[in-house]
Each structure stands twice: as C-alpha cells, then as structure tokens.
C-alpha cells in the first residue's frame, strides 16, 4: 500500500505541477508584454501597487513569478522598494485564487471535465492558427492535466482515511499549532510552491485525512515558506532586489506571528466556521481552507501592511545590511520637492551626473583592468555599472524635463539642453567601456598577444582619458571654463595620437610577425578612447557655450 500511496502522490504532484506551469506560461506569452509594462509605469499610490500585483498574480497563478519578477524590477532599477513591496501585498492575496479553483473539485466533481479539457486544449494548440489560440490551448490542458493530479492525489490518500497511526500524528498538531507551521513552512519550501502545498492540504482534507482545525496553522506556515522564492531570486543582485525579498519574508513572517495567538485559542477556525453555512464536512472544507487562506492574506496585506507600507519599508532597510561598494541603481540627488526651486535642482541634477560619470569611469576602469590584465572576475560588476549608468540617463533626463516645465529665468532655462546632452554623453562613456570589455574577451577567448611596445602607447592613451574624465566632472560642477579648456586640449591630443597609433601598427603588420587578429584588437581600443574622448569633449563644449552666454547676458 505504502508503494501506491508513494507513486500516486509523486505522479499526482508532477501532473499538478506541469499543469500550474503550463497554465502560467501560456498566461505570461499571451500578455507577458502588457504585464510588464504594467509593472514598469506602477505609479507612486501604494493602494494601485496592491492591486496589480493582485491581479498579475491571479492571472499568472502563482505570487512566485510575481514575486520574482518584481525582484528583477527593483534589481533593474525600474521601481522602488515602496513599490515593489505594494506589489508583493498583492501578490499574496492573488495567489488565493488557486485555493478556490481547487475548490470547485469537490463542489462539482470537474475531474470529470479534466479528460475533455486535456483533448480539446491539445487540439487548440495542435491545430490553432493563430498564436493566441494555441496558447489559450495550452492554457486549457494545463488546467485539465492540474485536475488530473488532483484526482491522483486523491486516490493516493483514500487508503490513509482509516490509518490510526496517521490520525494520531494529526491529532499531535491540532494540540501544537506551531508544529502545524513549521510543517507548512517546510512542505512549501520544499515544493516551492504555496499554491501546491494549499492544493495538498485541501485534497487531504477532502479525504478525511486531516480536519479543518489542523489545517489552518499549515496555511498559515505556507505563507512564511512561500518566501524563500523571493529570497533565492534576490541572491547575486543588488541592494534595493534584497531589500524586496526582505520584505516579503518581514511581511509573512509578522503576519504569521500575531495570527498564532487566536489560532492556538481556537478563534480564527471558529470565524472561518461562522462565515460558511453549516458544519464542516468533505463537500465544503476545501471552501474553508481557501476561505482562511484568503482572510488570511487579506487582513494582513490590505488592513494591516498597506497602512504600515512605510514603516515595513524602513524596517526592511534597517534589517537588510549594504555591503560595502554596494551599488545603487536608483539616484540619491534627485529630489522631486526641489522643482520648484530651480537653482536647488539644476545643482541636484548636476551631483546625479557627476555620480552618473563616477559608475561610468568605474566601469570603464574595471574594462581596461580586464584588457590588460586579463582579469575576469570583474565582468559582472562592469556590466551592473552599465546599468546603473543607463537606468540614471532616464531617470536624470525625466528630471530636468519636469524641471524644464517649471517657470525659469533665461539662464536656468538654457543650462538644461546642456546637461541633457552632457547625461547622454555619458552613457556613451559606458558603453565605449563595455566595448573595451568584448575586446578584452576576445583577446583572452583568442589568446592574442599585444606586444610590450603597444600596451605601453595603449596605456598613454588611458592617461589622456583619466585626465579628460577628472576635467569634465570639474567643468561640468563648477562651471570651470579652465578644466573645459583642458579637456579640449587633451581631445585635439587624442585625435592626433589615434591617426598616429594606427599608423605604427599598421608599419609592423605590413612588417610582418606581427598577429592580423591581436591589430584588429589594438586597433579597436584606439578607436574605442578616442570616441569617449570626443563624448567628454561635447561635454566641454555645452559647458563654455553656456558660460559664454552668461559672459554676454552679464
């Protein structure tokens, strides 16, 4: 018997987990795009980030890819942690939704529609002709094979309804809730899936397996194991992505605390009782168990933790430890109540681009490491860099856009097209540096020497751009025309040094003994310097241009 029980449970299971998937996955191409861009233009109202987050979760059917995909969010740099956190409210309370459709496996029997569903979603995605119908097809065989397991599962624990050694061990977590939720805990981290474990509960249920009371502390212990997908996603990203999965973990983990005391004194399944008619019985404890499964997370996200959301945040932050050289994706110098004073925020928006050059020289510097060096370790932080440099490029633009629509004297007005082409400039930097990093993969990759000769002139020209990069962040914050005068001296330096270093490599090609392939390298890294010295010139340029009509305004 153990050996059916066993397999029946285990084939029951992958049905019930292939089916989620398919389910989710048809869900997510069909409108994977729109729930994107739903979550990308979140706006600032926490009550609208609950919602959606609800409603992403309802569709997709599981808080997991939710919750995972806010984490990538917050790591890119698109929302804020006061954001994701209102999503992630909503992501619990979405995630219910699973719990009532099973119930409707004991209300009317739809294992018997299972079969028709598997045929008629396989046909639809055989024989659609459009994508969207072969996807809703696939939409309908997930659900039919999630029935399917279902009515494994529960053939598998018909044989344990009678076992008196099972009935004692149930009885043993009806008298100690907190076994209940460590059990609960476990089981979903070992499934990853909450949905999975809260369709387990109510099949055993369903079964006479395990009674109402009893179920409720495992609902309540699935809701703190939940969390580990969050956590699990957040390892290797930075801060603001930890701080989100922290919050998460904070959110459940509290929730789950206050609810023991009325759990142990018995208040919470009796309330559940009260609000569905009659007693409990096999026809309906699936409805209790999605009943107090979805009170649960209702109270704790909507009545409880969106009130709170600020103080969950600043607890998330005090918990959660920065590393050192931890990276920020979002600005720090941009302040929103500073529009209105546009002398404040014009000197603002100039600290963010200065920080902005500061990742774009860091990256840049990790690239030239890597070239000369060979050192891989580097790549990641180079390419997060990038990142960061690209995600404040849209964040300093929309800034001084806003700002630009505010009412400005003549100069302010005019020092604003300078710093949004001196932002763009910027990123250029970072993707020239991103550029050395491919060539410095390709020469590893390709084990292609540079002679000792060429690295020192390379090295010469890297002096020139430090010295570049040090005088434009000086021209750019202190409106200094000496440094801007520099960094034009060291541009015209450069041009002349680029014709000149071609030239010489050229020679030794045609010269012979020298490899094609390690030029073609040498070659690139001129021209890649040379390029982020003109951007940092247009920098320099925008900076006199402006002083210079000031001198005239004067």
């Not at 989100?244 to 005391?261: D, E, K, P, R």
């Not at 020209?461 to 025309?481: C, D, F, P, R």
Request: hydrophobic share 45%.
């Amino acid at each position: 018997m153990a050996r059916e029980i066993i397999f029946g449970l285990i084939g029951g299971l992958g049905l019930f987990f292939l089916g989620m998937k398919m389910m989710s996955e048809s869900l997510k191409k069909v409108a994977g795009i729109k729930l994107k861009n739903t979550l990308d233009v979140l706006t600032k109202r926490p009550i609208i980030g609950l919602f959606i987050g609800t409603l992403v979760t309802m569709l997709v059917q599981s808080s997991s890819a939710t919750t995972v995909m806010t984490v990538g969010f917050v790591n890119a740099g698109l929302i804020t942690l006061r954001q994701a956190i209102s999503i992630i409210l909503g992501a619990n309370i979405g995630t219910t939704l699973t719990a009532w459709i099973v119930s409707f496996f004991a209300l009317f029997k739809i294992t018997s529609y299972a079969l028709p569903a598997i045929g008629i979603g396989f046909f639809l995605t055989l024989f659609g002709k459009t994508h969207s119908t072969r996807m809703w097809g696939n939409f309908i065989l997930g659900f039919g094979l999630l029935f399917t397991g279902l009515g494994f599962i529960k053939d598998a624990f018909s044989p344990l309804e009678k076992s008196t050694a099972l009935k004692n061990a149930v009885l043993a977590f009806g008298h100690y809730p907190i076994l209940g939720i460590l059990l609960g805990t476990g089981i979903t981290v070992l499934l990853q899936s909450s949905s999975a474990t809260i369709a387990l509960l109510q099949i055993m249920a369903f079964s006479g397996v395990i009674d109402f009371k009893t179920c409720v502390p495992i609902i309540l212990g699935d809701n703190i194991g939940t969390t580990i997908t969050a956590q699990l996603a957040a390892i290797g990203t930075n801060t603001a992505a930890k701080r989100t999965a922290m919050a998460h973990t904070l959110l459940n983990t509290i929730g789950v605390l206050y609810m023991i005391v009325p759990v142990y004194a018995g208040w919470y399944p009796k309330f559940i009782e009260m609000i569905v008619p009659g007693p409990v019985t096999p026809k309906n404890i699936m409805l209790h168990i999605a009943l107090a499964h979805s009170i649960f997370n209702i109270i704790n996200s909507f009545f409880i933790f969106l009130p709170l959301i600020k103080v969950l945040e600043v607890l998330t932050v005090k918990l959660t430890r920065v590393k050192p050289g931890a990276i920020d994706m979002q600005p720090i110098f941009l302040e929103k109540h500073l529009l209105d004073n546009p002398p404040l925020a014009l000197e603002q928006a100039k600290k963010e681009i200065n920080r902005q050059m500061e990742y774009a020289k860091e990256a840049l510097d990790d690239s030239l490491t890597i070239f000369f060096k060979m050192d891989s370790n580097l790549i990641d932080k180079i390419r997060q860099r990038e990142e960061v440099v690209d995600n404040l490029q849209k964040e300093i633009i929309q800034y001084l856009v806003e700002l630009s629509q505010r009412q400005l004297e003549k100069d302010e007005a005019e020092k604003i097209p300078v710093l949004i082409h001196s932002v763009n400039d910027v990123e250029r930097v970072s993707d020239h540096a991103i550029n050395i990093l491919e060539l410095a993969q390709r020469r590893s990759e390709q084990k292609l020497p540079i002679r000792a000769e060429a690295i020192e002139e390379l090295r010469g020209l890297v002096q020139i751009v430090h010295s570049m990069i040090s005088h434009t962040s000086s021209a750019l914050i202190q409106e200094e025309s000496e440094s801007a005068r520099v960094v034009l001296k060291n541009e015209n330096r450069l041009n002349k040094l680029q014709v000149d270093l071609k030239n010489r490599q050229i020679e030794r090609v045609n010269k012979g003994g020298y490899n094609y392939l390690a030029s073609i390298i040498y070659i690139d890294f001129v021209d890649n310097m040379e390029k982020i010295g003109d951007h940092l010139s247009n920098i320099a340029q925008g900076v006199l241009r402006h002083l210079r009509w000031d001198a005239d305004v004067s």
